[in-house]
């Protein structure tokens, strides 16, 4: 049966640009329509520049909510009347919640990994992570294992324009979280080395390694890879990277971002709806 929209149909969507390859409408939509809810989804090409006016209009509307993606993501920080403790400490927003005129702001990225982690049958609570980058997909994974209960991080970073904001955030995650958390630059081979060999998990979360640049790889010697290590990339595109592809020859278990997608697009359909998505039927049609 056909989705009927109503006058009592409630909005929610994406905002972003460019956003016309997003399947985010798909499992969204296809989430409402198992579950009976009065919602649709929909994406809107809306950059920086014209995202104040975009929120604005949203709010007037009475969406339920919506996500960002990039560009969007740090801008909406200052435009949300409150922030997540999550979003607060990432500086970043990839999902609002509209409620009496109030836009709270989420950032499920992290909440994507960490139930992406369990989904390939890991447990990291009370292990050491050896995460790679510090830009917006790896500040929030830190942020996440740290507030989840990853008991030591090593992050590792170029040492560009954006340090200071990496070290602002280890100082902030060893204030508030029991996680012990460090610094340091790459490349320090000796000391990555040194991380991985004590760490349970290793995560890319750079853009190297994604398409259509998939020669690239942040690791370049495969012996500090070793069989009981998990590995793990944010990229989902290609499936495999060079790095999943070492790891997996060397005897590790891996996995990719594209779960991370599904889960952080579950968590906010939690937010929005307090029903859980679906999440098994979403994987099967959508991504496998």
Known sequence: MEKQITGHTRLTGLLGSPVAHSISPMM???????????????AFDVGCEDLKTAVEGL????????????????????LADRLSPAAEM?????????????????????????????????DIIGKKMTLLG???????VCVQAALDGVAQI????????????????????????SCQVSLYELPDDRMLAKSI???AILTNGTSVGMSPHVDGCIISDSGMLRPDLIVSDVIYNPRETRLLQMARERGCQVFNGLYMLLYQGAEAFRIW???DMPVSLIKEKYFS
């Open 154 to 177: 090593d992050l590792f970073s170029i040492k560009d324009q954006f340090w200071p904001r990496a070290q602002n955030l280890v100082d902030k995650l060893n204030a508030q979280t």
């Open 90 to 122: 990432i500086g970043a927003v990839n999902t609002v919640v509209h409620e009496d005129g109030v836009l709270t702001g989420h950032n499920t990225d992290g909440v994507g990994y960490m139930c992406a982690v369990r989904d390939a049958g890991h």
């Open 59 to 78: 709010k007037v509307l009475n969406v339920r909510g919506f996500n960002l993606t990039m560009p969007d993501k740090n801008r909406m920080c200052e």
């Open 197 to 199: 060999s004590e760490s």
């Open 28 to 42: 969204h939509n296809e989430s409402f329509a198992q579950l009976g809810l009065d919602y649709v989804y929909l």
């Open 273 to 275: 709806t307090g029903q």
């Open 134 to 140: 510090a830009g917006g997909a790896a500040t929030a």
